[in-house]
């Protein structure tokens, strides 16, 4: 946790993370096209393992389908709709890319998921408190 120290990240998470997390994942309740994330922090993501940080980013053609509904599509055609078309792309790209290397040396991830919505929160069998 000590390479956490110096961010934002909530004290009391800190020792929770110990020394880091090998899978992030990120749930939208909404679709990708509705996401509250801009293209250049969309953009990191895509170069965390090409500038050897060992972390794989991942979004699947099914999630982004599964997000994709017809108030998606038409966003995706309105006024203003660029950045959210970027996005979109960029995501698809990162997709496609992701089938097409699925061998990789990283052993961290971070995934995007789409139209998903808790059915109920478990604690940690070993730890109630988690």
């Known amino acids: 946790g000590t390479g956490l120290a110096g961010t934002d990240v909530a004290s009391h998470a800190l020792p929770v993370l110990g020394n880091g997390v090998d899978l992030v994942t990120v749930l939208g309740r909404r679709g990708h096209v509705q996401g509250a994330f801009t293209i250049k922090e969309l953009r990191e993501l895509t170069k965390l393992e090409k500038e050897g940080h060992g972390t794989r980013f991942v979004v699947t053609e099914e999630d982004l389908e599964k997000g994709t509904t017809d108030a998606s599509r038409k966003e995706l ?6 950045p959210r078309v970027r996005i979109d792309k960029l995501l698809r790209d990162q997709a496609a890319a992701a089938v097409d290397s699925d061998s990789t040396s990283s052993k961290k991830e971070v995934r995007l998921r789409f139209l998903l919505r808790p059915s109920e929160f478990l604690p940690h069998p070993d730890d109630p408190s988690r």
């Open 77 to 82: 055609e309105g006024p203003g709709a660029r």
